[in-house]
Every structure is written in structure tokens, then in C-alpha cells.
């Protein structure tokens, strides 16, 4: 099973993708994650894609195409998940053709729905692990300890373009750059499934289920 988890910042793909990759075996691949990776260590990457994420623009799509490329080979035969990929309908084309080069398909295109407020609210209370990854939330989904994370006890971080102005770009980037794809995807007969996200993890996770357990 490979799926895209589609939807604008906040909306929880990140939340979502994880506990669906542990529950599945799937392999998760976060192109923001790989970037925030990145930058953190430094490389040369890292120092070019952090110019863009800063300001809430996203990277080039040569980069990100790159970069994928090399996840995808290494997820060998399980299925993936992909989380923030693609972004462009460019990106939705050069996946399509590496997809096809490597004898594999999406199956399913799951598109997280959730209303701009809730988005800016979530995204003002996010919290993450920057050791293991874990992500919460202050108002939503808090952490047992004030500012600790559960699994490994290190100190948590807000991201750098959780600032409002920035997160005010990203959802303007999503509306013009990245939403189109959901009418590419359905222009090409994907398989387009659409979820309220507005509502407990829970009950989220448990839609997405209904469709990769079909
Ligand atoms: P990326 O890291 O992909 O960020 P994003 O798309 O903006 O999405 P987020 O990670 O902010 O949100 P999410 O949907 O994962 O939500 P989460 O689960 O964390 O990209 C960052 C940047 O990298 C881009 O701006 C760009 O510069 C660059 N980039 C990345 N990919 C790229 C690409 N392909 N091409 C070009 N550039 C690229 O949840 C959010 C919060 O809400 C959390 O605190 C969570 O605890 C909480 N929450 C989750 N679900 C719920 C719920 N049901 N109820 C209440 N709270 C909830
Ligand atoms: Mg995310
Ligand atoms: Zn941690």
C-alpha cells in the first residue's frame, strides 16, 4: 500500500502518518522532515532549504525530486507513506514518472480537511521532539511533563516557521501552489479519498484505516 497524506500545515499529516506507519509497517517519508534533518545538521542542503522554509516558500523541486528518489529506493518493498509530497503539480509529475520507472503506484490519495482557524491555533501550540521526532501540542495533545517529551525526555522545540506571519505564507503557499494537485490527482483517476480532520486523532486515524484496510 503507498499513499500520499495530503493537506495544508497543521492539518496532521505528520500526526496522522506516524501512527499509521507504526500500526502498518509502513515507511513514512516527510520531505520536512528530511529537510528539518537537514538543516540541523548543516549540510550544504540543509543551508540552501532553510532560506526557503524559514520564509514559509518551498524548497525547489529539483532538490525535493532528488531527495525522494533516494527514500523511495530505500523503502524497498514495504509500502510508503508520503507526508508533504508532493507539493507541486511538478513534483506530482516527476513522482509519477519514478514511480512508474520503479513498477510501483499510489493506491490511495488521502486529503485532510481542516478550516484555516484551526490550522493557525494548532500550529501556534505545536511542540516537537527535536531527539526522536514525537510531536504535540499544547492546547490538544500535551505532553506528560511541561515542555519534555514522553518517549525519550528531551526538551521540546517549536518550529521556526510556526510563527504566525510565516504560518500565514505557508497556508497562501498551500492554497496556490500546492492545493491544484488534488484536481491532478483526480484528472489522472486516482484514488482521492477526502477526511474532516477537524476532529480527535482518534477518530482520524480511524477514517484512514477504513481505507487502507479496504
Ligand atoms: P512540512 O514539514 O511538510 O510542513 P507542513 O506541510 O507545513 O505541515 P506541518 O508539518 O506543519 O503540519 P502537519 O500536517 O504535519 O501537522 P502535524 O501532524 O504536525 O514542510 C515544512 C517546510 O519544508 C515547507 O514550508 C517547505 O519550505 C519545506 N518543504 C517540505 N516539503 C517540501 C516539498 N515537497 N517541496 C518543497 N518544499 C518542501 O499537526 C500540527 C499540530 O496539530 C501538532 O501540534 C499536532 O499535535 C496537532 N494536531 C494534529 N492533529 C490534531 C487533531 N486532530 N486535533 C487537534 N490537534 C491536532
Ligand atoms: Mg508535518
Ligand atoms: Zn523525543
Do not use: W
Amino acid at each position: 500500500m503507498n499513499l500520499v497524506l495530503f493537506g495544508p500545515p497543521g492539518a496532521g499529516k505528520g500526526t496522522q502518518g506516524s501512527v499509521l506507519a507504526e500500526k502498518r509497517g509502513l515507511t513514512k517519508i516527510s520531505t520536512g522532515d528530511i529537510l528539518r534533518d537537514a538543516v540541523r545538521a548543516g549540510t550544504t542542503l540543509g543551508i540552501e532549504a532553510r532560506k526557503f522554509m524559514d520564509a514559509g516558500e518551498l524548497v525547489p523541486d529539483s532538490v525535493i525530486l532528488g531527495l525522494v528518489r533516494e527514500v523511495i529506493e530505500d523503502a524497498g518493498n514495504t509500502g510508503f507513506i508520503m507526508d508533504g509530497f508532493p507539493r507541486t503539480i511538478a513534483q506530482a509529475e516527476g513522482v509519477d514518472k519514478m514511480l512508474h520507472d520503479m513498477r510501483k503506484s499510489i493506491d490511495a490519495v488521502i486529503v485532510l480537511e481542516v478550516p484555516n482557524e484551526a490550522l493557525v491555533q494548532r500550529l501556534s501550540g505545536r511542540r516537537s521532539c527535536p531527539n526522536c521526532g514525537a510531536v504535540y501540542n499544547v492546547y490538544y495533545d500535551k505532553p506528560k511533563q511541561e515542555e519534555k517529551c514522553d518517549r525519550c525526555n528531551s526538551e521540546l522545540v517549536q518550529r521556526a516557521d510556526d510563527k504566525r506571519d510565516t504560518v500565514v505564507r505557508r497556508l497562501d503557499v498551500y492554497k496556490e501552489q500546492t492545493s491544484p494537485i488534488i484536481d491532478y490527482y483526480q484528472k489522472h483517476g486516482a484514488d482521492v479519498h477526502f477526511i474532516n480532520g477537524d476532529r480527535d486523532i482518534e477518530d482520524v486515524q480511524s477514517d484512514i484505516l477504513k481505507i487502507v484496510d479496504r
